[in-house]
């Protein structure tokens, strides 16, 4: 009982809960837990942001860091290059909620500023504008805000956003997340198991099968470089909805998509491995 009086979670202006919204899982990262629901990003129009543009909005939040959450943080750090690294996280994300979605996914509001207890939290890059003459987003990813908030569960956190209105409808939420590496992904795709050398056969036979009756196949040239990353493949892989005989190597595959880290899990979850 005490652990849930120090939660504290002050939202100006009143904003409403969305208890049955769900944030497309993401793959390098466990949720833990919610340390702010997801909520209708509403803004009023005085802004503490210096020398903003007009028309700008801004919301606050303020809470405490429940102890448990504090604790799982500060015990899953690497402290070896001087600097913390923390490997369990509270991630910021914020996403576009569209009309009839019960899934939705990240996507950064136009003029986006965050600042946790006064300090300006690093955001995502911003992606190439493909459209000139509009104000390009940022890459829809998740907020790491660790570094910028006070772990200690009865010291209180101000979180600032600042973003410009575009018309559309943003979902903020906070999470404690575990931040999961290529290495555990990859283990992962090796215990699921992989497609037996007879169903790989059969599916290449059946390939040769498909094509123009008139043509006799007899060969068919298949690479052993993977067209990711341009290395001999050593875990070979596909997806399980893709017809095509050629592979990826699966380590490469997960290493690429790391640096992207919106990628959606059910991309994950479609990759079979090879014999």
Same mark, same amino acid.
């Given at each position: ?18 208890? #049955? ?9 466990? &949720? ?7 909520? $209708? ?31 799982? $943080? *500060? ?41 946790? #207890? ?24 998740? $907020? ?14 101000? $979180? ?42 059969? #599916? ?20 052993? &470089? ?15 909805? *893709? ?33």
């Amino acid at each position: 009982m005490q652990e849930l009086l120090l939660l504290t979670v002050i939202f100006l202006p009143p904003t409403q809960s969305l208890s #049955n919204i769900q944030l497309r899982k993401l793959p390098f990262y466990n &949720v833990i837990d919610e340390a702010i629901k997801p909520i $209708i990003l509403v803004g009023q129009d005085r802004c503490t942001l210096p020398n903003y543009p007009r028309g700008m909005k801004e919301a606050m939040f303020k809470l405490c860091i429940l102890p448990r959450h504090a604790q799982e $943080i *500060c015990l899953d750090r690497d402290m070896s290059n001087g600097k913390a690294e923390y490997n369990t996280q509270l991630q910021i994300r914020i996403c576009l909620l569209e009309s009839g979605a019960t899934e939705i996914t990240d996507c950064m509001p136009l003029g986006l500023h965050i600042r946790v #207890n006064n300090k300006a939290c690093p955001l995502p890059p911003t992606a190439p504008n493909t459209r000139p003459g509009t104000e390009a987003r940022r890459t829809p990813r998740p $907020i790491n805000c660790t570094h910028q908030m006070k772990l200690n569960p009865i010291v209180s956190n101000s $979180i600032i956003i600042n973003w410009n209105p575009d018309g559309k409808t943003y979902v903020l939420g906070m999470y404690l997340v575990k931040k999961l590496s290529s290495d555990i992904l990859l283990q992962r795709l090796k215990d699921k198991g992989a497609r037996s050398a007879e169903e790989t056969k059969s #599916n290449i036979i059946k390939k040769l099968a498909d094509v123009d009756p008139d043509l006799a196949t007899t060969s068919y040239r298949f690479s052993l &470089v993977c067209p990711l990353g341009k290395m001999r493949m050593t875990i070979p892989a596909k997806s399980i909805n *893709c017809d095509h005989l050629q592979c990826f190597d699966a380590s490469i595959f997960i290493l690429m998509n790391e640096k992207k880290t919106h990628m959606d899990v059910s991309n994950m979850q479609q990759v079979v491995l090879l014999r």
